[in-house]
């Protein structure tokens, strides 16, 4: 949540000195393809254990379309994302399990519906943003490790489709920093925030997911 209001307050500052209104001459649309890494984390609670959560490496890959009006961008595109979590659990029962980690990883179709807009300086074109996202899942597995007492640790491999519903609503703040190489591409970095909606069954705790990161992008304009 601190990095969430960190990036909240960030987008809400005047963007360096020199600030403009958009750029009038710029490109009606553009597309290209993007790239970004992720830490993802969540708070995962449940009775009667002690939980120890852990960050999660994640990424995207996918491709963008850019619709340029002169005070607002519109974008979309699709994505393949991986997110997850992951926690450990001190746990004590008749067969003496020490300690349980568990790793889950989810893989997406993701469509973002993206609203950003263009401020203009001489530091290049500032694009603060947010997004509503709809994702498909299309793997979800669960990384678990039993540790015995006085014995070798075991280590599984399972597939927990059936513990998650399918539709997993996201939403997205983003600040971008784009460059207009020459008049055929440009360039954009975008720090970004991502809040997941992970909706469960009643066989599993209930937990969300938050992702912040690094997103590139490449842009060919048209």
């Known amino acids: 949540m601190k990095r ?3 990036l909240f307050g ?7 000195c020199n600030a403009q ?12 393809i993007s790239a970004g890494v992720y830490s993802s984390s969540a708070n995962p609670k449940q009775s009667g254990s002690i939980m120890d959560k852990k960050p999660v490496a994640g990424f995207s890959i996918g491709g963008v379309a850019s619709f340029r009006m002169k005070t607002y961008f519109f974008e979309t595109g699709l994505n393949y994302i991986s997110e ?4 450990s ?12 980690s568990n790793e889950y ?10 609203l950003a807009v263009p ?15 709809f994702s498909l899942p299309t793997k979800q597995l669960l990384y678990q490790t039993v540790e015995y007492k006085n014995a070798p640790f075991t280590k599984n491999v399972y597939n927990v489709s059936s513990d998650y519903k399918a539709f997993k609503p996201s939403f997205s703040l983003a600040y971008g920093l784009e460059f ?28 969300n997911i938050s992702n912040i990161g690094l997103k590139c992008n490449l842009l060919f304009l048209r």
């Open 4 to 6: 969430f209001k960190f």
């Open 10 to 16: 960030l987008m809400l500052i005047v963007p360096f």
């Open 21 to 32: 209104t958009a750029d009038p001459n710029q490109t009606p649309f553009a597309y290209g």
């Open 84 to 87: 997850g979590y992951a926690y």
């Open 89 to 100: 659990s001190t746990i004590e029962t008749k067969v003496n399990v020490n300690k349980v």
């Open 105 to 114: 990883k989810f893989y997406s179709v993701m469509l973002p519906l993206k």
């Open 119 to 133: 401020i203009r300086s001489k530091y290049g074109r500032h694009l603060p943003s947010f997004a509503l996202n």
């Open 180 to 207: 207009d190489m020459d008049i055929t591409y440009a360039i954009r970095v975008e720090p970004t925030f991502q809040f997941t909606i992970l909706n469960a069954n009643s066989t599993q705790f209930k937990t």
